[in-house]
Antibody
Framework: EVQLLESGGGLVQPGGSLRLSCAAS????????MSWVRQAPGKGLEWVSI????????YYAGSVKGRFTISRDNSKNTLYLQMNSLRAEDTALYYC???????????????WGQGTMVTVSS | DIEMTQSPSTLSASVGDRVTITCRAS??????LAWYQQKPGKAPKLLIY???TLESGVPSRFSGSGSGTEFTLTISSLQPDDFATYYC????????FGQGTKVDIK
């Protein structure tokens, strides 16, 4: 069964850091780009970042560029999001999502995890 | 950046109704568009990609159409399980979601 399981969320003070992880199973992890998408409480979906499958190319939304870093360890089938200089507006449920087509960095997201909650507050 | 605008924001409908949701892109995105369904407390679920291709396992009452800047998601006969929020997403240039359309019970 294809599965994504996020972890690492929690409560952090403004200006602090947090690292999220997403453990993947059931598919050839290195063959697909992977993404982080977030959803603030009661709000819509916001794309955060994508990393390609093998080349390691990375892309970021303007709202997180320079503060967040996406990475992956294909030997561990794990995706990461290092979040620095956190702000109150980063408070959200963070989803890990798999890009649906192996030949593309950007495509529809066919598999989603259940999310991990990040709360930025003093 | 490409902006995606959905209409309406909320739609009240009854079981059996035909429902149409519109998504407009601020610039042309060819057919690089997906639709998702999200229920409260759950992750989004992919319904349609490439504007009109039904994801495996999605009921055939869901359909998508359009290209360029204007797209529609149609539910041919609304079922009780379909009351949810729907999002469009472009992936022509990076990724952007629409603001969502909540389909609730009339």
């Amino acid at each position: 069964e294809v599965q994504l399981l996020e972890s690492g969320g929690g409560l952090v003070q403004p200006g602090g850091s947090l690292r999220l992880s997403c453990a993947a199973s059931g598919f050839t992890f290195s063959s697909y780009a992977m993404s982080w998408v977030r959803q603030a409480p009661g709000k819509g979906l916001e794309w955060v970042s994508i990393i390609s499958g093998s080349s390691g190319d990375t892309y970021y939304a303007g709202s997180v560029k320079g503060r967040f870093t996406i990475s992956r360890d294909n030997s561990k089938n794990t995706l990461y999001l290092q979040m620095n200089s956190l702000r109150a507006e980063d408070t959200a449920l963070y989803y890990c999502a798999k890009v649906g087509e192996g030949d593309y960095d950007f495509y529809a997201f066919d598999i989603w995890g259940q999310g991990t909650m990040v709360t930025v507050s003093s | 950046d490409i902006e995606m605008t959905q209409s309406p924001s909320t739609l009240s409908a009854s079981v059996g109704d035909r429902v149409t949701i519109t998504c407009r892109a601020s610039q042309t995105i060819s057919s690089w568009l997906a639709w998702y369904q999200q229920k409260p407390g759950k992750a989004p679920k992919l319904l349609i990609y490439q504007a009109s291709t039904l994801e495996s396992g999605v009921p055939s009452r869901f359909s998508g159409s359009g290209s360029g800047t204007e797209f529609t998601l149609t539910i041919s006969s609304l079922q009780p399980d379909d009351f949810a929020t729907y999002y469009c997403q472009q992936y022509n240039s990076y990724a952007t979601f629409g603001q969502g359309t909540k389909v609730d019970i009339k």
